[in-house]
């Protein structure tokens, strides 16, 4: 997943950094001054991330900004928890990526739409947009 700012929000999927080209190119393309990770996907990457590509992988995340948590997104993240967790079981890396995106308002980019499409207030991100 990834982001243009000051209106996208980016989850990288690990996949990123193993080949996956046509979301290589995407970034590319939109580059990565306009682009924005949530350090709970930095976390996910870097849990990911094999020994050997550690070095190279925490240089990838050096080159995007990093949106951190905050009092806002805690409470929104608590309000995805309690409004879907019955019905939808939201993962809560997932609901954290979420409630980034919505109090940043960024359009989130992801391979992962179902994991995300039960929230009205998220915004994807278009690449035909």
């Given at each position: 997943m990834f982001c243009e700012l000051p209106t996208a929000y980016c989850e990288l999927p690990t996949y990123l950094l193993r080949g996956n080209v046509i979301t290589k190119n995407?970034?590319?393309q939109i580059g990565a001054a306009?682009?924005?990770?949530?350090?709970i996907t930095?976390?996910?990457i870097y849990?990911?991330?094999?020994?050997?590509e550690f070095v190279e992988t925490r240089k990838v995340l050096e080159s995007f900004k990093v949106c951190h948590l905050s009092e806002e997104i805690s409470?929104?993240?608590?309000g995805i928890m309690l409004n879907y967790s019955l019905s939808h079981r939201p993962k809560i890396p997932d609901a954290l990526i979420a409630a980034c995106?919505?109090?940043y308002n960024y359009r989130l980019y992801?391979?992962?739409?179902?994991d995300f499409?039960?929230?009205p207030e998220i915004k994807f991100y278009d690449p035909k947009s």
């Open positions: 995407r970034l590319q306009n682009i924005a990770l949530s350090i930095h976390a996910e849990f990911g991330a094999k020994a050997s409470l929104v993240f608590n995106a919505i109090a992801t391979e992962n739409k179902k499409k039960f929230i």
